[in-house]
């Protein structure tokens, strides 16, 4: 099993001539295996704590532990790319290539050596495992609806096996059918070993989780 545990963390931002806390000595733990809610209000800090949690932003008071060991220790960028990876609101896929080459991109970036076979099973399988057919695979991401482009988005996670998925918003562009399958996605994936943890405004997605923590006036509870 893999953790990651929050410890004291604080985190300021510059307003003006001030400084705002948005998040106040907080504590937490997430450990694979589960799916994970973060549901607070616009503004509560949530994108900032799965910033900090994805090492995207830098710790400044406190820390956040990786099997036990600080990732400011491990290195942001060794963390990133070996331990967790990130699913953006905007999706972040390239627009000219195809759902295949999206996923592919992610693959040789994780530096993944595989056959030419072995790799076009692995990203057909991923993609399929998604709902993205053989046919979908091969367009352009552009020319895919805002549901097939979110689970291209996690299909390109997947391909590298890394342990904890994050997510920023993922249902929000997205109608309720198509909620309802990225859910779904999810629970799988946490049965399946994955830690997985999403920031969200929706009800249902954080009532579909094994756990929520909620975020209010700098605290996690």
């Known amino acids: 099993m893999n953790k990651i545990e929050v410890v004291n963390l604080f985190h300021f931002y510059q307003d003006g001539m001030q400084m705002k806390k948005v998040l106040d000595n907080v504590s937490c733990s997430f450990e694979s295996g589960k799916f994970y809610s973060i549901l ?20 400044e008071e406190g820390d956040i532990l990786y099997n036990g060991e600080s990732i400011k220790k491990i290195g942001y960028n060794k963390y990133r790319n070996s331990y967790v990876n990130i699913i953006f609101q905007s999706y972040n896929l390239i627009p000219y290539m195809t759902a295949y080459e999206n996923v592919e991109v992610a693959l040789d970036i994780a530096g993944i050596k595989l056959s030419k076979e072995d790799k076009k099973e692995k990203i057909l399988s991923t993609l399929n495992e998604l709902g993205i057919d053989n046919s979908a695979a ?8 805002g549901g097939e482009q979110q689970r291209v988005a996690i ?4 391909v590298t096996d890394i342990p904890f998925i994050m997510a920023d918003e993922p249902t929000g562009n997205l109608d309720e059918d198509n909620e309802k399958k990225i859910i779904d996605i999810f629970k799988k994936l946490a049965k399946k070993g994955k830690g997985v943890i999403v920031v969200t405004h929706s009800r249902e997605l954080a009532e579909s989780s ?4 909620h975020i209010k006036g700098g605290g996690v509870y």
């Open 40 to 59: 607070g209000q616009s503004g509560s800090g949530k994108t900032t704590l799965l910033s900090l949690l994805s090492g995207l932003d830098t710790i």
């Open 138 to 145: 091969f367009r352009t991401v552009l020319k895919l609806s």
């Open 155 to 158: 299909a390109r996670c997947l």
């Open 210 to 213: 094994d756990k929520i923590y």
